[in-house]
T-cell receptor, first 114, second 114 residues
Framework: DVKVTQSSRYLVKRTGEKVFLECVQDMDHENMFWYRQDPGLGLRLIYF???????EKGDIPEGYSVSREKKERFSLILESASTNQTSMYLC?????????????FGPGTRLTVL | AQKITQTQPGMFVQEKEAVTLDCTYDTSDPSYGLFWYKQPSSGEMIFLIYQGSYDQQNATEGRYSLNFQKARKSANLVISASQLGDSAMYFC???????????FGTGTRLQVFP
């Protein structure tokens, strides 16, 4: 069974803290993605990666960075958390080789920044 | 720019009835893919169905079918014989050409009542 896991389901941090959100997939997928989901806005792409050590900005990269040192792991970093980064964060992966290239999602991390 | 529009914030349907969730898209590329995902209250995103822009037939997966009208740029999801477990958020998404990036709509919350 394909699986994408995220390090935490719920996380509470203080303004200014450095925050790491970890995502691991066990499907040997090339592509990995980080989204944030806010009510009324749907899912918005923060960063994505097509290969190890490769990253590209999505639609809303400001205030975030990412790291992909190994194929199976894609980390989202909030260098200095702010209250407007309170959101649901979803990680996804895809193989890049199938016809529909569906993305498989993790369970999400609900981050609250106080 | 590519865009996905879901105009129904919420929908109600009675159990065992059919329901249509609307999705329109905007793109100038001839090659694209359209997806529907379901997000139950638990938060995980579940892939439902895919339609390629060159597919001749409308996609079907069990009780889910995609009413693809290319000229109107619409890709509505039809759920037949609704079940209580179908209550969830539903997102329409489009894959950008030559990438695996997805653009999501804002979602429709479906509630199925007995």
């Amino acid at each position: 069974d394909v699986k994408v896991t995220q390090s935490s389901r719920y996380l509470v941090k203080r303004t200014g803290e450095k925050v790491f959100l970890e995502c691991v997939q066990d499907m040997d997928h090339e592509n990995m993605f980080w989204y944030r989901q806010d009510p009324g806005l749907g899912l918005r792409l923060i960063y994505f990666s097509y290969d190890v050590k490769m990253k590209e900005k999505g639609d809303i990269p400001e205030g975030y960075s990412v790291s992909r040192e190994k194929k199976e792991r894609f980390s989202l970093i909030l260098e200095s958390a702010s209250t407007n980064q309170t959101s649901m964060y979803l990680c996804a992966s895809s193989s890049g080789t199938t016809t529909n290239n569906e993305q498989f999602f993790g369970p999400g991390t609900r981050l609250t920044v106080l | 720019a590519q865009k996905i529009t879901q105009t129904q914030p919420g929908m109600f349907v009675q159990e065992k009835e059919a329901v249509t969730l609307d999705c329109t898209y905007d793109t100038s590329d001839p090659s694209y893919g359209l997806f529907w995902y379901k997000q139950p209250s638990s938060g995980e995103m579940i892939f439902l169905i895919y339609q390629g822009s060159y597919d001749q037939q409308n996609a079907t997966e069990g009780r889910y079918s995609l009413n693809f009208q290319k000229a109107r740029k619409s890709a509505n999801l039809v759920i037949s014989a609704s079940q209580l477990g179908d209550s969830a958020m539903y997102f329409c998404a489009m894959r950008e050409r030559n990438t695996d990036k997805l653009i999501f709509g804002t979602g429709t919350r479906l509630q199925v009542f007995p």
